[in-house]
C-alpha cells in the first residue's frame, strides 16, 4: 500500500513536470530568444519596487477577506491570517497540484484550531471569487478587442463556471442539515455515516460567506480591491517594459494567464504563465517579443518574492518556542 502511494506521488510529479516542460518548449519556440533578451535587458527596472509594493498591498487585502471566508465561527484580524496567505502562496509556487492549499490549512490548524475541512470550504469560496473577477476582465477585454474565439470560449467558460458554483453553494450553504442527510444513507458504514456528517458539516461551515449579505458585500469588496492592486502591479511592470498598452489590455492579459495559476498544473504555472500573458497581449498588438519579456518578468516578481517570505514564515513558525497551543479565533456567533 505505502508502494502504490509513493508511485502515486511520483507519477503527479512527474505529470506537472511534463506539462511545464511542455509550455516551456511552446514559449521558447515561439519567441525570438535573443529579441526577449534585449527587451529584459532594455527594461526600466525602476518600476520593480513600487509594483511589488502594490502586490503586497494586494496580498494583505486578501488576508482580509480571509477574515469573511471564516467568520462567523472564528474571528481573526488580518494579521494573523497574513501568515498562512503566505505560506499557500509559497507552497503553490514550489509545490506539484497546488499543494499549498494543504499547507495552508494545516496552518490554520495548528495555529488557530481551524478545521481543516472548513478551510477546504473556504478556499472553494476563494476560487468562486477570484474566478468571477478574473470573468469579468475576460469579458471586458473581449468586447474591447477580437482576440478570437479561443478566449471567448475560456471567458464565458469561466464566467458561467463561476455562476452555477456560486448557485449551487448558496443551495448548500442554505442547507446545513445535508451532510447528516446524506449520512442517513443506508449503505453507508456508522463510521462513514460520523465521517460524513461531521467532516461534511464542516466543509459546508467554508460557505457561510454566501449566507450573509453584508459578509458576502465585503468578500466581493475585497476581492475586487485584491485583483484591482494586482493588475495596477502588472501596468507598472509593463509601464517598466514599455508596452504602450492600455490598463484594461494588461488586465486582459493578467487574467488570461491567471487561469493558468487557478488549475493544478506544474508549480507555479511555470511555462503555461508566459505563453498565455504573451498571446492575450500579442492580440493588443504588443511586439511578442516585448510581450515574452514582460510575462517572463512579470511572472518571476509574482512567485520568487513572495515564496521567499512565504518559507521565511513557514521556518519562524516551526521554530522551537513559536508554535505553542492553538489559539482560536474569537466566536462571534453571539454577537450575530
Wanted: hydrophobic share 60%; glycine share 8%; with cysteine.
Amino acid at each position: 500500500m505505502r508502494s502504490m502511494d509513493w508511485l502515486r506521488r511520483w507519477w503527479r510529479l512527474g505529470l506537472t513536470i511534463v506539462v511545464s516542460l511542455l509550455f516551456s518548449a511552446l514559449f521558447l519556440l515561439s519567441i525570438d530568444v535573443d529579441s526577449v533578451v534585449d527587451a529584459l535587458a532594455d527594461a526600466n527596472y525602476v518600476y520593480v519596487l513600487p509594483a511589488l509594493a502594490l502586490f503586497a498591498a494586494s496580498v494583505v487585502v486578501r488576508a482580509l477577506r480571509w477574515r469573511y471566508f471564516l467568520l462567523p465561527a472564528t474571528d481573526l484580524s488580518w494579521r494573523r491570517l497574513l501568515p498562512s496567505v503566505l505560506i499557500g502562496y509559497a507552497g503553490n509556487n514550489l509545490l506539484p497540484l497546488r499543494a499549498g492549499e494543504l499547507v495552508r490549512a494545516q496552518h490554520l490548524a495548528d495555529r488557530f484550531a481551524v478545521p481543516r475541512m472548513r478551510t477546504f470550504g473556504a478556499m472553494v469560496m476563494e476560487r468562486l471569487f477570484d474566478g468571477a473577477v478574473l470573468a469579468t476582465f475576460l469579458l471586458w477585454g473581449l468586447l474591447l478587442a477580437d482576440v478570437g474565439t479561443a478566449y471567448v470560449g475560456v471567458g464565458v467558460l469561466l464566467a458561467a463556471g463561476a455562476g452555477a458554483g456560486f448557485l449551487l453553494c448558496t443551495l448548500a450553504a442554505l442547507n446545513p442539515a445535508l451532510p447528516a442527510k446524506l449520512a442517513r444513507l443506508p449503505l453507508l458504514t456508522p463510521r462513514l455515516r460520523e465521517e460524513v456528517a461531521g467532516l461534511g458539516g464542516s466543509f459546508l461551515g467554508g460557505f457561510a460567506v454566501l449566507t450573509s449579505a453584508p459578509r458576502f458585500a465585503l468578500a466581493s469588496a475585497t476581492s475586487v480591491a485584491a485583483w484591482g492592486l494586482e493588475l495596477a502591479m502588472y501596468w507598472l511592470v509593463g509601464e517598466a517594459f514599455g508596452l504602450d498598452a492600455s490598463f484594461i489590455a494588461i488586465a486582459f492579459a493578467g487574467a488570461a494567464a491567471n487561469v493558468s495559476l487557478s488549475l493544478p498544473l506544474a508549480q507555479g504555472s511555470v511555462g503555461a504563465f508566459e505563453v498565455l500573458a504573451t498571446e492575450a497581449l500579442v492580440e493588443f498588438d504588443v511586439l511578442k517579443s516585448s510581450a515574452a519579456a514582460y510575462a517572463l518578468a512579470l511572472h518571476f516578481f509574482l512567485i520568487v518574492p513572495v515564496s521567499l517570505v512565504g518559507l521565511a514564515v513557514l521556518w519562524r513558525s516551526t521554530l522551537p518556542g513559536t508554535r505553542g497551543a492553538p489559539v482560536a479565533g474569537q466566536p462571534l456567533e453571539a454577537r450575530e
